[in-house]
């Protein structure tokens, strides 16, 4: 079971022509991709991403910090020792929260909506 096995280090001329497909472009072709690129990228990934910084700091700056300092924000008696889950406390907390402010949402976008 002997066979000869080509040990060269150079490409073959098909290796180097398939590689070089990128080169025969047009240089508007290669710009026309590039900027279909970016606005892909643009409209993908940085538009949702410039949404939420901007709907999260609607109310401006100093609200943002009132609601990273507030005691509540800050204290972890309303959590369970994982830290990830509400205990009875903090559950309650939250459904009273939600009973207060959810109708108030429902009704403004209710009376907001064209029909």
Do not use: C
Request: zero cysteines.
């Amino acid at each position: 079971m002997s066979g000869h096995v080509k040990n060269s280090t150079r490409p073959s001329r098909d290796a180097v022509a398939k590689s070089q497909r990128g080169t025969e472009e047009s240089p508007f072709i290669k710009w026309l991709l590039i900027f279909v690129a970016f606005l892909f990228t643009a409209t993908f990934l940085l538009l949702p991403l410039i949404n939420v910084f901007a709907q999260a700091l609607g109310k401006g700056w100093a609200a943002y910090q009132r609601a990273l300092t507030d005691p509540d924000t800050l204290s972890a008696r309303y959590y369970q020792p994982d830290e990830l889950h509400l205990n009875s406390e903090g559950a309650q907390l939250f459904t009273s929260a939600l009973a207060t402010f959810l109708p108030r949402t429902v009704e403004h976008e209710h009376l907001a909506s064209p029909n």
